[in-house]
């Protein structure tokens, strides 16, 4: 759900859920945050709205985080993030997200919960994967975090696509008058100029400057 959406309490986070799956039509709802949550997570879950909760690493509260940060490094802030999964599992969340966290802490808070577990950054034990689709797809060449692989290089693509078809258009090959145009009988055209009185004008189409 939006940043903001479901910090004020539970009727505001019911009314934003309800607003997403009546005007947004989605069919469930994710929420970032641990325990302190569990709470809005079982007023969605006890009137029908699936929720996934999502721990770790939380990039809605990345600042307070100090960054994009590896969560759960430490006995107790790893104990902090499995009480959190647990608590939301018990809520009702139908899976947990695991963000950013040892890949040991991820498998031990899979094998606990009855629930699955969608990692990012989290190692091979979960349940699942997901990666966001830039990162994966490679569509841009910002910062690439360590759990990232991409498996595509779309902004290269895209990059040699966009100049191909600027240096197209300068050179005149695009677009084509037969090919990529659509034509028009001599004596239409002619008819055309007779009504406008524009007899003297006259188009050849452009060549190629490279033909």
């Given at each position: 759900m939006p940043f903001g959406s479901y910090y004020a309490g539970e009727e505001d986070t019911v009314r934003a859920a309800v607003r997403m799956l009546q005007e947004g039509?989605?069919?469930?709802?994710?929420?970032?945050?641990?325990?302190?949550?569990?709470?809005?997570?079982?007023?969605?879950?006890?009137?029908?709205?699936?929720?996934?909760?999502?721990?770790?690493?939380?990039?809605?509260?990345?600042?307070?985080?100090?960054?994009?940060?590896?969560?759960g490094r430490t006995a107790e802030s790893a104990r902090s993030i499995l009480h959190s999964a647990l608590a939301?599992?018990?809520?009702?969340?139908?899976?947990?997200?695991?963000?950013a966290i040892p890949a040991s802490l991820a498998a031990y808070i899979t094998s606990r919960l009855k629930v699955p577990t969608i990692g990012i950054g989290a190692g091979p034990g979960c349940s699942g994967q997901v990666l966001v689709w830039d990162d994966v797809m490679?569509?841009?060449?910002?910062?690439?975090?360590?759990?990232?692989?991409?498996?595509?290089?779309?902004?290269?693509?895209?990059?040699?696509g966009v100049k191909a078809y600027a240096n197209a258009v300068r050179?005149?090959?695009?677009?084509?008058?037969?090919?990529?145009?659509?034509?028009?009988?001599?004596?239409?055209?002619?008819?055309?100029?007779?009504?406008?009185?524009?007899?003297?004008?006259?188009?050849?189409?452009?060549?190629?400057?490279?033909?």
């Open positions: 039509n989605v069919e469930a709802v994710k929420l970032e945050g641990g325990s302190e949550i569990a709470g809005r997570v079982q007023a969605l879950t006890s009137i029908g709205i699936p929720v996934m909760a999502h721990v770790g690493l939380l990039p809605q509260r990345h600042t307070a985080l100090s960054g994009y940060r590896v969560q939301l599992e018990e809520a009702g969340a139908f899976s947990v997200v695991l963000e490679g569509t841009w060449a910002g910062h690439k975090a360590k759990f990232v692989r991409r498996f595509g290089d779309v902004k290269s693509e895209v990059e040699r050179d005149g090959s695009f677009p084509h008058h037969d090919k990529e145009g659509y034509v028009m009988d001599d004596g239409e055209i002619e008819k055309l100029l007779e009504m406008e009185s524009d007899k003297e004008w006259s188009w050849n189409p452009p060549k190629p400057v490279n033909q």
